[in-house]
C-alpha cells in the first residue's frame, strides 16, 4: 500500500523519507542561500518562503 504523503510531510512527522526529491532539494538550496544572506547582514531580517510557513505552520 503506498502513502499519499508527500516525502516534506512524511519528514516533518518524523517518518522515512527520500531527500533527494525536488520539493526537498529546492528547501535546501533556497535555505541555504537565505543563511548565507543572513549572515552577511547586520540587522537579519526574513528572507520569506516556503522555510518561514513550514516553521510557523
Known amino acids: ?3 499519499s504523503q508527500t516525502e516534506k510531510q512524511k519528514m ?3 517518518e522515512f523519507y527520500v531527500a533527494s526529491v525536488s520539493e526537498l532539494q ?3 538550496t533556497q535555505c541555504a542561500e537565505c543563511l ?3 549572515d552577511k547582514r547586520p540587522n ?3 528572507c520569506g518562503g516556503d522555510i ?3 516553521l510557523e505552520g
Open 52 to 54: 518561514e510557513e513550514t
Open 36 to 38: 548565507g544572506h543572513v
Open 1 to 3: 500500500m503506498m502513502s
Open 44 to 46: 537579519p531580517e526574513s
Open 12 to 14: 516533518l512527522v518524523g
Open 26 to 28: 529546492r528547501n535546501m
